[in-house]
């Protein structure tokens, strides 16, 4: 006998428990009472779903709130203090702290993410070298992607442009903009789309983040992203403009986002935080309503953006927490609105970093296991996942609480979990 068979699991929302066979790597059958194997798993009922995909996180910038702090609460505020403290940054730095993040991550159930790393004259490629190194040394539990971009401006920032220029041909993935921080936002976003093209890589902004809705640069995005036939590969970040909207025009947004083929992914920790710094009542929330753009098929993700810096004092790299944290900001409580957050913290973001993943017999042997029976669930409670797999290997594995009784007995667990039963 050899391989692997987890026994006792639901798949693909499945009432009835199954068990899965992994070979070398991969899923080799799926079914009720499979044969025995080398080694086996009882999986106790947990749902086994691909895994969480962060489709937008700062690794580059995290955990740095022991050396600089936002004063004013504002973007403005943020973005300088972090430009003060990049100063000080060395490689063995933003690796150690990155490694933290994805530490978090890996046992929060994520297995894939796409990470914006800041380039310009200052920094230079010192963070792009660091977040390549953990794309190596972390590949055993998540794929990460470097998505390198500008985010003090390119056209006012002299050598920025031939910087990201340089990263592209190290091996970067992708290519972020910021046209806000630019003294030229049209002229950035027509730098962009053409190195874009040069390089044939995708595009991930971060757009309109404010609440004044008299001006906004999607119009532009969608325009150039249609001219240069890039449908489909460019996302854009933030868009708390959006969430200024009417009816009326928020639904213009959708379908000029729809037509565009353009992917929306929102930050509600982040821009809860940030956003509204103005108003003293009546606080706006300032998180675009990506699941009325879900609603009408664009492709939209939950993401958590920063952790422990001055752009997000907060993080656990939880996306069950954020994608409930979005659910309650937009008041979202049915079971199908539920199953829509869940969707834009997995399946959504898969597809947005090109990772689309089912488990199926044939693919990779790449899930998390949560104890649950459906997405709408894990939303509800925040379930944390109890072990992870990726390509056939365990990656991690956590015990579910138990309860001590007054005599000292320990208890059943309180969730279902994992038992290795070899």
Known sequence: MSGLVIRSVLVDGAKTAVDVAVENGKISAIGVDLPESAEEVDGKGVLLVPGFVESHL???????????????????????????????????????????????????GTNAIRTHVEIDPGIGLTGVHAIQRLKQDFAWALDLQICVFPQEGLLNNPGTSELLEQALLEGADLLGGCPYTDSDPYGQIACLFDMAQRHDVDLDFHLDFDLDPSWRHLDEIARQTVAYGWQGRVAIGHVTKLSALSREDLLEAVQILKTADIALTVLPSTDLFLMGRGSENLVPRGVAPAHI????????????????????????????????????????????????????????????????????????????????????????EIIRPVWGMKNGKFTFEQAPARLLEPSGTLDMPLQRGAVRVS
């Open 58 to 108: 700062h690794l580059d910038k995290a955990c740095i709130l022991d050396r600089c702090r936002n004063e004013t609460g504002t973007l403005e505020g943020a973005i300088s203090s972090v430009a003060e403290a990049k100063k000080g940054f060395s490689e063995e730095d933003v690796y150690d702290r990155g490694r933290k993040v994805l530490e978090k991550a890996i046992v929060q």
């Open 293 to 380: 753009f879900h609603e009408h098929g664009v492709c939209c993700t939950v993401a958590t953006n920063n952790v422990l810096n001055p752009f997000t004092p907060y993080g656990d790299c939880s996306l069950p927490r954020m994608a409930n944290l979005y659910a309650n900001v937009h008041q979202l409580g049915s079971e199908a609105e539920l199953e829509v957050c869940f969707d834009m913290v997995t399946a959504a973001p898969r597809r947005l970093i090109n990772k689309t993943h089912r488990i199926e017999v044939g693919q990779d042997a790449t899930f998390v296991a949560l104890p649950a029976s459906s997405g709408n669930q894990i939303v509800s």
